[in-house]
């Protein structure tokens, strides 16, 4: 098999099996290849705008469309680590609940990985633990695959670790989108799921500024700052513990009413 085995062939062998992002070594195992017949190929590969190299030694499959995958950067991410989910800012953002768009492409991983470089694109990688891994799914976008967050994961992982998505006021502006389509009762699961209190404080609070039930909640026993990422400074709300250290305007640019 290995010596029939031509770039065009070797590169459909690879989308048959979701196999997006590749070493010489799974070449070598899967297609039954000597490790100089495996960099033979890759090098044809390459000259062949078949494959780009992302890390040293590590392969990005393009295929024959290989503009519509370079400038799919959320179908990249989800394809650097396994496993992975695209969530955070680029999550909220592929939802619209925000309009700003991130220059860096957020990945949720049980992973600890380096963040990547690769052209002009930038991808940062999040390291969860494995409790706090789920509430994402397989969506197709522009053609291709990608395992990206679902609407409430996103809003949670957010709260979780702000400074992945712009910090609380955006997350904030996110959340308000969202509970159009999103149910309280998924927030408050996925929030208990996760087990930070002090998440579940930080989502209580909001919620109740926007006149949203909230009942099951799990929250802090202490003082939680509302953005991790500022100053303790600011009022304190007792029934959720949290120091709100953003200002309400900020928060809440076009009131709350």
């Avoid at 999103?182 to 500024?209: H, I, P």
């Amino acid at each position: 098999m290995a010596e029939h085995l031509s770039p065009i062939s070797l590169a459909r062998g690879l989308r048959q099996r979701d196999l997006f992002y590749f070493t010489p070594s799974l070449l070598m195992d899967l297609f039954g290849l000597k490790r100089r017949q495996a960099y033979r190929l890759i090098a044809r590969l390459k000259a062949e705008d078949l494959v780009a190299e992302v890390e040293k030694g590590k392969y990005l499959l393009l295929g024959l469309e290989p503009e519509r995958v370079l400038s799919n950067p959320l179908f990249i991410a989800s394809h650097l680590v396994t496993p992975a989910y695209v969530s955070f800012w680029s999550a909220l953002h592929f939802y619209g609940f925000i309009e700003q768009v991130p220059l860096t492409t957020f990945v949720a991983t049980t992973k600890k990985k380096r963040p990547v470089a690769f052209r002009d694109l930038r991808f940062r990688f999040v390291t969860l633990k494995p409790h706090k891994f789920f509430g994402y799914r397989r969506e197709i976008i522009d053609g291709l695959p990608v395992l990206i967050a679902d609407e409430a994961k996103a809003i949670v992982d957010s709260l979780h670790q702000p400074r992945y998505a712009g910090g609380v006021a955006e997350v904030a502006k996110a959340l308000r989108a969202a509970l159009e389509e999103v149910d309280e009762s998924t927030l408050v699961e996925y929030a208990n799921r996760m087990g930070d209190k002090s998440l579940g404080s930080r989502l209580g609070y909001l919620l109740e500024s926007l006149d949203r039930p909230v009942e099951g909640l799990i929250r802090s026993a202490g003082p939680v700052k509302l953005d991790p990422g500022r100053p303790r400074a600011g009022p304190y709300d007792g029934r959720w513990k949290v120091v709100v250290n953003v200002p309400v305007t900020e928060l809440w640019p076009a009131g709350v009413g």
